[in-house]
C-alpha cells in the first residue's frame, strides 16, 4: 500500500474544498488497516479517518499526520439466516451504501428506503448513525446494524450493535479506532412488493428538494427538536445569503452550496454568520451535523 505525500483531499469529500493530508493512504483489507496504523505510530503521526467525505468540513490548511480513507475497504457478502429468516449482509466499511441498497431491493426490503436516501459508505452511516428524516422503519442505521469491528492497537475488537450508544446523528461507546467491518440484517417475514416504487419516489422527491447539481455535504445542522433547522435558516431570511462561492442554498435551506470555488473557511463563515442569525432572531442554537476535520 502506498502512503503518499502532501495528497489533495478536495476530491475526496462531496463539499470539494480543503487543503492536503500530510500523509495519506487507501487500505484495501484490514491487513493493510494494521499496516496504516503501524506506520502512523513509527513516525508518531494523528489519525484522521475519512469515509465517502459527504459530512466532512476539511480545512484549507489540511490536515497533519495520516488521514485512512477507506474508500478502497471493501468487500461485502450476504446469506440467509434460515433459522431466524432475515437477510444478512457483512461488509467492510468502505462499502458504498448504495450497495446495501441493492441487496435490500433484490428481496424487496424497506431497508432499501433508507439506503437508498443517504450517500457516503456503510463505516461512514455507522458513525453518523445516519438516517432519513421519513417516519418509517428503519429510518437509521441504529435499527438495521448488529455488529461492528473496530481496529485499534492492532487488534479487533467487537461490538454489539445493543451495547452501543446511539444517538440522533451519532453513535458512540466504540471509540477510539478505525471502523473496518459492519454487519447488518433484517427480517424476510414482510418483503414490501412496492418497495422499488417507493424508492424511486423518494429520488425523485430529493432532486425536487434538494440542490443536488451542487457540491454540499447535505443538511449542515441538526434539527434543534422541536424545531426544523431549515425552517428556521428559511424563517431568519438566510436563503441565498453568500460569503465567495459559499452559499445557503436557495432550494434548501439547511444546505450550504458550493457554487464553484468556495474555500472551506468560506463556508465555515456562512455557518457562523447562519449560527448567529438564527440564535439573534429565535434564541435557538444551532448545532453542526458536518463534522470539521483538520486544523481549524
Ligand atoms: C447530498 C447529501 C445528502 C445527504 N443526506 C443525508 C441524509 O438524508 N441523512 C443523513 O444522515 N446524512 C445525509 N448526508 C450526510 C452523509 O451522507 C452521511 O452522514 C454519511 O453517513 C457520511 O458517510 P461518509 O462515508 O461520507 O463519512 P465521512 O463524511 O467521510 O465521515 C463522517 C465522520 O465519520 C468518521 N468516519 C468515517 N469513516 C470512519 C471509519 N471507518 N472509522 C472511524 N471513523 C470514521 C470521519 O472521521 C468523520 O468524522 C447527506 C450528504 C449529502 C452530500
Given at each position: 500500500?502506498?502512503?503518499?505525500?502532501?495528497?489533495?483531499?478536495?476530491?475526496?469529500?462531496?463539499?470539494?474544498?480543503?487543503?492536503?493530508?500530510?500523509?495519506?493512504?487507501?487500505?484495501?483489507?484490514?491487513?493493510?488497516?494494521?499496516?496504516?496504523?503501524?506506520?502512523?505510530?513509527?513516525?508518531?503521526?494523528?489519525?484522521?479517518?475519512?469515509?465517502?467525505?459527504?459530512?466532512?468540513?476539511?480545512?484549507?490548511?489540511?490536515?497533519?499526520?495520516?488521514?485512512?480513507?477507506?474508500?478502497?475497504?471493501?468487500?461485502?457478502?450476504?446469506?440467509?439466516?434460515?433459522?431466524?429468516?432475515?437477510?444478512?449482509?457483512?461488509?467492510?466499511?468502505?462499502?458504498?451504501k448504495?450497495?446495501a441498497l441493492?441487496?435490500f431491493l433484490?428481496?424487496n426490503l424497506s431497508p432499501a428506503l433508507m439506503f437508498a436516501g443517504i450517500?457516503?459508505?456503510?463505516?461512514?452511516?455507522?458513525?453518523?448513525n445516519a438516517g432519513i428524516s421519513e417516519k418509517i422503519l428503519p429510518r437509521e442505521f441504529s435499527e438495521v446494524?448488529?455488529?461492528?469491528?473496530?481496529?485499534?492497537?492492532?487488534?479487533?475488537?467487537?461490538?454489539?450493535?445493543?451495547?452501543?450508544?446511539?444517538?440522533y446523528?451519532?453513535?458512540?461507546?466504540?471509540?477510539?479506532?478505525?471502523?473496518?467491518?459492519?454487519?447488518?440484517?433484517w427480517s424476510?417475514?414482510n418483503p414490501d412488493l412496492d418497495i422499488k416504487n417507493k424508492v424511486r419516489e423518494a429520488n425523485r422527491t430529493r432532486?425536487?428538494?434538494?440542490?443536488?447539481?451542487?457540491?454540499?455535504?447535505?443538511?449542515?445542522?441538526?434539527?434543534?427538536?422541536?424545531?426544523?433547522?431549515?425552517?428556521?435558516?428559511?424563517?431568519?431570511?438566510?436563503?441565498?445569503?453568500?460569503?465567495?462561492?459559499?452559499?445557503?442554498?436557495?432550494?434548501?435551506?439547511?444546505?450550504?452550496?458550493?457554487?464553484?470555488?468556495?474555500?472551506?473557511?468560506?463556508?465555515?463563515?456562512?455557518?457562523?454568520?447562519?449560527?448567529?442569525?438564527?440564535?439573534?432572531?429565535?434564541?435557538?442554537?444551532?448545532?453542526?451535523?458536518?463534522?470539521?476535520?483538520?486544523?481549524?
Amino acid at each position: 500500500m502506498e502512503f503518499k505525500e502532501n495528497h489533495s483531499l478536495k476530491n475526496l469529500n462531496s463539499w470539494k474544498v480543503g487543503g492536503a493530508a500530510e500523509y495519506f493512504c487507501s487500505p484495501t483489507n484490514i491487513q493493510e488497516c494494521i499496516d496504516a496504523h503501524e506506520f502512523a505510530k513509527s513516525k508518531k503521526l494523528k489519525i484522521t479517518y475519512l469515509g465517502l467525505g459527504s459530512n466532512v468540513l476539511i480545512s484549507d490548511q489540511g490536515i497533519k499526520g495520516l488521514v485512512i480513507s477507506s474508500r478502497k475497504l471493501k468487500n461485502i457478502e450476504s446469506n440467509i439466516n434460515e433459522k431466524s429468516n432475515r437477510l444478512e449482509i457483512h461488509c467492510l466499511a468502505g462499502n458504498f451504501k448504495t450497495e446495501a441498497l441493492k441487496l435490500f431491493l433484490k428481496h424487496n426490503l424497506s431497508p432499501a428506503l433508507m439506503f437508498a436516501g443517504i450517500p457516503g459508505d456503510i463505516g461512514g452511516g455507522v458513525y453518523m448513525n445516519a438516517g432519513i428524516s421519513e417516519k418509517i422503519l428503519p429510518r437509521e442505521f441504529s435499527e438495521v446494524v448488529d455488529y461492528i469491528e473496530v481496529l485499534r492497537d492492532g487488534k479487533l475488537h467487537h461490538f454489539k450493535a445493543e451495547d452501543l450508544e446511539w444517538s440522533y446523528r451519532h453513535c458512540n461507546g466504540w471509540q477510539p479506532g478505525m471502523i473496518v467491518k459492519v454487519g447488518i440484517s433484517w427480517s424476510l417475514d414482510n418483503p414490501d412488493l412496492d418497495i422499488k416504487n417507493k424508492v424511486r419516489e423518494a429520488n425523485r422527491t430529493r432532486m425536487t428538494k434538494q440542490p443536488l447539481d451542487l457540491p454540499s455535504c447535505g443538511s449542515v445542522f441538526v434539527n434543534p427538536v422541536p424545531h426544523h433547522s431549515g425552517k428556521l435558516i428559511q424563517d431568519a431570511g438566510l436563503k441565498g445569503f453568500q460569503i465567495g462561492d459559499a452559499q445557503v442554498s436557495e432550494k434548501h435551506a439547511n444546505f450550504i452550496v458550493n457554487l464553484g470555488d468556495a474555500s472551506a473557511s468560506e463556508i465555515d463563515s456562512v455557518i457562523k454568520h447562519v449560527q448567529k442569525t438564527v440564535f439573534d432572531k429565535f434564541q435557538v442554537q444551532l448545532s453542526t451535523e458536518v463534522r470539521y476535520l483538520g486544523d481549524w
